[in-house]
């Protein structure tokens, strides 16, 4: 593998289908935490024991506190230079490049990354469904922070330096009851819940679909940006593009580290630290110069 920044523009240039696979660290600049590895718990909860469909049964208040947190901090994040350059590559590549994200957060959707190109894998936080397997109700883009007046306790700011109750375990919270929680509208006996993706639940047939349609036709580079490359099927991506002829270009700040995570050879890139950083500039021979506003000069 290489960290050679003109070798990867060398490769960059003579690729014409490009993929990106991307995770957390997409939106780490962006202030939204990763929940997973260090830092990753809340409220004294592994995030990942909140994201199944048996905790939300279990209690479905407390897995709504923590989404209605996540949604408010995403509402009040704005999106960094590394989606904006996702996006400028998009409209660059058009039918070539195909977007992969793992994240729920809506900041590419907000850097206006053209949505035929980019596929969410786990969902989105603005999306709601129904808890009832066997209910069609679906709403889609729902900004209300609060999400329902129960939950307004994750949708308060606090000053600089004043710790916020949520997110303290030794603080008692009100809880929030089944009966507090929106019902579907549609079969008005389950409960409406966040349309992403939880452990244990298959990812979306039409996003898969479309995913392997554009692998199909064959990839020559795979961005792996921000992400462990340890959920699957997501992090199958990386093999099959593989099998399909690309190389593998890692952007992450533990890219080097954990090079045999992503099943690094020669020919491939590892390029350490931050993608707001770090995209604007190995994009930049296809997208062009970032000015700073999110718009990129060629």
């Not at 329902?148 to 308060?156: D, I, K, N, R, V």
Request: aromatic share 8%; hydrophobic share 40%; charged share 20%.
């Amino acid at each position: 593998m290489s960290s050679d920044v003109a070798a990867f523009h060398a490769a960059l240039l003579s690729s014409t289908r490009l993929l990106a696979l991307c995770g957390a660290g997409l939106s780490a600049s962006s202030g939204l935490p990763t929940f997973r590895g260090a830092g990753g718990l809340w409220r004294n909860y592994e995030a990942t024991s909140l994201a199944t469909m048996r905790a939300f049964n279990t209690d479905p208040g407390l897995v709504w506190l923590f989404y209605a947190y996540r949604r408010h901090l995403a509402l009040r994040a704005e999106p960094n230079a590394g989606h904006f350059a996702l996006a400028e590559l998009a409209r660059t590549k058009q039918d070539e490049f195909v977007c992969l994200t793992q994240n729920v957060d809506n900041l590419s959707q907000r850097a206006n990354h053209p949505l035929d190109q980019l596929l969410l894998l786990h969902g989105s936080l603005f999306d709601i469904r129904c808890s009832n397997a066997s209910c069609s109700f679906t709403q889609k883009d729902n900004m209300d922070d609060p999400f329902c007046e129960a939950l307004a306790p994750a949708a308060q700011d606090f000053p600089p330096g004043e710790p916020n109750p949520l997110l303290d375990p030794y603080h008692r919270i009100k809880h929030v009851s089944e009966e507090e929680l929106p019902k579907c509208p549609l079969c008005k006996t389950g409960l409406q819940r966040p349309a992403v993706v939880w452990f244990g639940e298959d990812l979306d047939f039409r996003t898969l679909s479309k995913a392997e349609m554009f692998l199909k036709d064959g990839v020559d580079m795979i961005l792996v940006v921000g992400t462990s490359a340890q959920v699957y099927p997501a992090a199958g991506f990386i093999s099959k593009a593989r099998r399909r002829g690309a190389r593998v270009v890692v952007v992450d700040p533990k890219a080097r580290e954990h090079n045999e995570t992503y099943g690094l050879q020669e020919g491939d890139f590892a390029f350490a630290g931050d993608a707001a950083t770090l995209l604007p500039e190995l994009l930049a021979p296809l997208i062009g110069k970032t000015k700073g506003d999110g718009t990129f000069e060629r």
